[in-house]
């Protein structure tokens, strides 16, 4: 582009003085603090509430049609599969870590960009006055100027740098697929564990009934014994404080359904409010038996697990972090170039000429721009530094989640296997206690055993029930725990 001196000195002008205004904006004092304390009683005023976050963001995504046509189906009864599928559904967790993705991706492309040239668009105009010494005085001249084009510029070379900031985005995107995936796990993971833990809730409340209903007919039998002679008021007070003993319990219960309800429902991420219909615990079919050796399930974990998988994404993102910080050492070359339209008009002299002028060009610039930053206080050098030490890091932290994973694969996987031998050992005193108690309640009936045999039974027998449950509920748990740290990559698992 063609410039006269009067639009040198005039750009200057305009430079100098942008320059010292913001100079002076920084120079200036910083505001006093204020530290009159706000009184704790009164709320402050950009307290933001629910209902004015849920009017400001009406416009957020409306949940799928078909899982609130679901939600509302009162005759809907969800098994496991089921409410794990509508957990990813409906948990804004899973939204944020999609979303989370999505900007990963957009991340990629954004780097990508950096391959193509860009196209500006320039436009300008001025008021000059210019003074130029000549010869025993002085050439003032005065006008306006404007240009209106475009400018091009495109980086041809640059020794990997962009080729550099893109792997690395790409491996991000990778991580960020691979969250996305442990984020699904780990909903699914919650569900099922809240899930058992509700079940065994429920099922503890039977039994703590059923408890309550025997210690009821022990405490009747105990009053017929006292009015026949053949009992005393001690044993009845005995078996009174035992039914009071199993009503508390049964409350108590209840009070953990509700809770644990509350819990399951959140991991769903439904209102603790919502109906739900969902399968009895013991229509969960149990595991029999581990089939792989704790040594076969590392290795598979280790080849599929998202959160290493994940950490291995971020350390090649790291190297790529490294090779863009050693090619800064290096020149860029570019071109750039731009086309339009120049005008001067109404300029006038002093000393005056003939007449005024004015004109009208088309102008335009191209270069091939060669940049080789030689010396910046050894910043590359830290920079080149800082990004080694990451990757080192990056190294370290994978070596860390290896151990982890392994670890917490052994423990799960002996967990595991504990509860299986215990369920075995559960089922078995059930057993025994059942038989204990029907016999001890049939001899308490013809007079060969005390009331303290008959308690003693019974409490053995709601000990016995409340083992049964949580073994079976223990066993699933651990079962889900397992798989949950192998890095199980389907939702069914």
């Known amino acids: 582009m063609n410039t006269s001196p009067v ?6 002008q305009i430079i100098l003085t942008l320059a010292v205004a913001s100079l002076l904006t920084a120079c200036k004092s ?10 704790s009683a009164q709320p402050s005023t950009h307290t933001i509430r629910w209902s004015e976050y849920h009017a400001n963001n009406a416009a957020l995504p409306a949940p799928n049609p078909e899982t609130v046509a679901l939600l509302s189906d009162q005759q809907q009864t969800y098994d496991l599969p089921a409410l794990v599928d509508l957990a990813l559904q409906t948990n804004p967790e899973t939204r944020q870590s999609w979303q989370e993705a999505k900007a990963a991706a957009a991340r990629v492309d954004k780097q990508r960009s950096a391959w193509y040239p860009t196209l500006t668009a320039l436009a300008f105009g001025q008021y000059f006055k210019t003074s130029i010494p000549i010869p025993e005085s002085a050439l003032v001249s005065h006008g306006y100027g404007t240009f209106g084009g475009l400018e091009l ?57 059923q408890t309550f209903e025997a210690a009821k007919t022990n405490a ?13 008021r001690p044993d009845l007070l005995l078996a009174m404080q035992e039914q009071a003993k199993a009503n508390y319990d ?76 050693r090619a800064e050492f290096w020149p860029k070359l570019s071109i750039k170039g731009n086309v339009g339209n120049q005008y001067w008009g109404d300029v006038h002299t002093n000393p005056p000429s003939k007449q005024n002028y004015s004109s009208d060009n088309l102008v335009g610039t191209a270069m091939l721009n060669l940049e080789w930053k030689l010396f910046d206080g050894f ?7 800082e990004a080694e030490a990451k990757q080192q890091a990056g ?30 050992f559960a089922l078995a005193l059930l057993r025994a206690a059942e038989e204990s108690f029907a016999a001890t309640q049939e001899s308490y009936r013809h007079g060969f055993s005390t009331v ?39 939702a069914a698992d």
């Open 7 to 12: 639009y040198i000195v005039r750009l200057r």
């Open 30 to 39: 910083p505001p006093s603090l204020i530290t009159d304390a706000v009184p």
């Open 153 to 209: 510029a495109w980086t041809l070379f640059d020794f990997g740098r962009r080729e550099a900031l893109v792997d690395a985005s790409l491996e991000r995107l990778d991580v960020a697929q691979f969250a996305l995936t442990r984020k699904h796990q780990q909903i699914a993971y919650r569900v099922v564990t809240s899930f058992f833990s509700y079940q065994a809730a429920l099922a503890k409340v039977a039994a703590t009934q």
């Open 220 to 232: 009747e039998a105990v009053k017929a014994k006292l009015k026949q002679g053949f009992a005393t």
């Open 250 to 325: 049964l409350h108590d219960a209840r009070g953990s359904v509700i809770q644990l309800r509350a819990e399951l429902t959140t991991n769903i991420g439904v209102s603790p409010s919502q109906t739900l219909n969902m399968v009895d615990l013991s229509q969960v079919a149990l595991p029999d038996k581990l089939e792989s050796s704790v040594e076969h399930i590392v290795d598979d974990a280790l080849a599929q697990h998202p959160d290493l998988m994940a950490q291995l994404a971020e350390l090649r993102a790291r190297e790529a972090e490294v090779k863009k910080a």
């Open 379 to 385: 910043e590359r050098s830290s920079a080149v530094r």
């Open 395 to 424: 190294q370290a932290q994978v070596e860390a989640l290896r151990l982890e994973i392994m670890r917490d694969i052994w423990r799960a996987y002996a967990d595991t296997k504990t509860a299986l031998e215990k369920r075995e």
């Open 452 to 490: 303290i045999d008959l308690l003693t039974a019974q409490k053995d027998l709601a000990r016995a029930r409340y083992t049964e449950i949580d073994s079976r509920a223990e066993l699933l748990k651990s079962a889900a725990a397992l798989v949950y740290t192998a890095g199980g990559q389907s």
